[in-house]
């Protein structure tokens, strides 16, 4: 049975189009890559060229996979750059960035870069040009499920 607590709430959440809001996140369902397909096709091409379509704001998606690939399979650099050249920035994300170093899974790291990234673009890197897109966790979750199917380097 559901907290009460989230059930007296459930109609103001709604409103809010979030779960979140309420401390009792509904569990997610594993990533789907062809929900995600779908979703990068709305909410990404406005700035990226993906499947023939999409903005030049930004590079390719193609190529910002493999950026984000290069990112994470040298993720000990970016910290260590991040320390030296913005300490603030790096004490504010200490956390988020152990927990990429502390996988040491290729493809788990990059699943994991990819989802803290798309929470908070900047997390890592202040000078990024890619602000953050608004997406729900089911929504993050099915995007980096596509992202990863899309991987140049293994
Ligand atoms: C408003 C424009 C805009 C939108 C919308 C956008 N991006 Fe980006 N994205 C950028 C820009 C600009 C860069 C290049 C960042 C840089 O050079 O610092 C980028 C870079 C990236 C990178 C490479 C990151 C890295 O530094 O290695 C990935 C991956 C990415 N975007 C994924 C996405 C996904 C997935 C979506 C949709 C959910 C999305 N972007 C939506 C503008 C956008």
Request: glycine share 6%; with cysteine; proline share 5%.
């Amino acid at each position: 049975m559901r907290h009460p607590r989230c059930l007296s709430l459930a109609a103001a959440a709604l409103l809010f189009g979030s779960w979140a809001l309420l401390g009792c996140e509904q569990p997610l369902e594993p990533g789907d890559p062809e929900r995600g397909h779908r979703l990068v096709l709305q909410k990404c091409t406005f700035c990226h060229y993906v499947d023939g379509r999409g903005g030049f704001i930004a590079p390719p998606l193609e190529k910002g996979i493999a950026l984000a690939e290069e990112v994470a399979r040298d993720y000990e650099k970016r910290a260590a750059d991040l320390e030296r050249l913005h300490p603030k920035s790096h004490a504010a994300a200490r956390e988020k960035i152990a927990a990429v170093l502390a996988e040491k899974d290729s493809t788990r790291r990059l699943e994991l870069w990819f989802d803290t990234y798309l929470r908070d673009t900047k997390f890592d890197n202040p000078m990024t040009k890619m602000g953050n897109v608004l997406l729900q966790d089911q929504e993050r979750v099915d995007i980096v499920a596509w992202l990863m199917t899309k991987r140049v380097l293994r």
